[in-house]
């Protein structure tokens, strides 16, 4: 079954403590991006990646590191987490990066006390 | 910059009630504009995709139509199980923006 599987799918954890939200497709798709969704802001891209290698910044940024060192992998880290990242988080692929509807996972809750 | 803007923010029909939901954008060079239908605590489901002003496309009950400035959902005799929020998103090469949705209330 086509599909793109984040894990984990709920996560509470402190101030400061790194941490890791993992995403992987088995569509062979060359495009993937993060998003968090919070209510009234609506969906906002943090990373994207358009291909093996190449990322690039979406409109919010700042506090998130991503690597794409794998097609099918798109990793988001959180260097030292703060509780304005409180929020949900969706991965998405798509063929490419242009044209193509995204397939999104099913989200991550993250709570950062 | 891109800019979506969806209307109404939230819209309640009753069962049979046909009706729009307007999503206007501005973008500097559109590759795609597209429909998504969210159901609470899932992700996002793709809908429809339309390239070019003119363009329609039809899925049961849906049917989305595109301007040069704006998209618009309509919603033909709907169903409770059409409750949901919808979202519009526009592609510019790896940047995605998306509209914060209406969501959609439909009474038996």
């Known amino acids: 079954e086509a599909q793109v599987t984040q894990n984990p799918r709920y996560l509470i954890t402190v101030t400061g403590k790194k941490l890791t939200v993992t995403c992987s497709q088995n569509?062979?798709?060359?495009?993937m991006s993060w998003y968090r969704q919070d209510p009234g802001l609506g969906l906002r891209q943090i990373y994207y990646?358009?291909?093996?290698?190449?990322?690039d910044k979406g409109d919010v940024p700042e506090g998130y590191k991503v690597s794409r060192k794998e097609k099918r992998n798109f990793p988001l880290i959180l260097e030292s987490p703060s509780p304005n990242q409180t929020s949900l988080y969706f991965c998405?692929?798509?063929?490419?990066?242009?044209?193509?509807?995204?397939?999104f996972g099913d989200g991550t809750r993250l709570s950062i006390l | 910059e891109d800019q979506v803007t969806q209307s109404p923010e939230a819209l309640r029909l009753q069962e049979g009630e046909s009706s729009s939901l307007n999503c206007s954008y501005t973008?500097?060079?559109?590759?795609?504009l597209f429909w998504y239908r969210q159901d609470p605590g899932k992700g996002p489901e793709f809908l429809f995709t339309?390239?070019?002003a003119g363009e329609e496309k039809e899925k049961e009950r849906l049917k989305a139509t595109l301007t040069k400035k704006e998209s618009f959902l309509h919603i033909t005799a709907p169903k409770p199980e059409d409750s949901a929020t919808y979202l519009c998103?526009?592609?510019?090469?790896?940047?995605?923006?998306f509209g914060d949705g209406t969501t959609l209330t439909v009474k038996p």
């Open positions: 998405a692929s798509s063929s490419t990066g242009g044209d193509q509807p995204q397939h």
């Open positions: 990646s358009m291909n093996v290698e190449v990322t």
């Open positions: 998103a526009v592609r510019n090469a790896g940047k995605s923006t």
């Open positions: 339309l390239y070019s």
């Open positions: 569509m062979n798709h060359e495009y």
């Open positions: 973008v500097s060079g559109l590759r795609g």
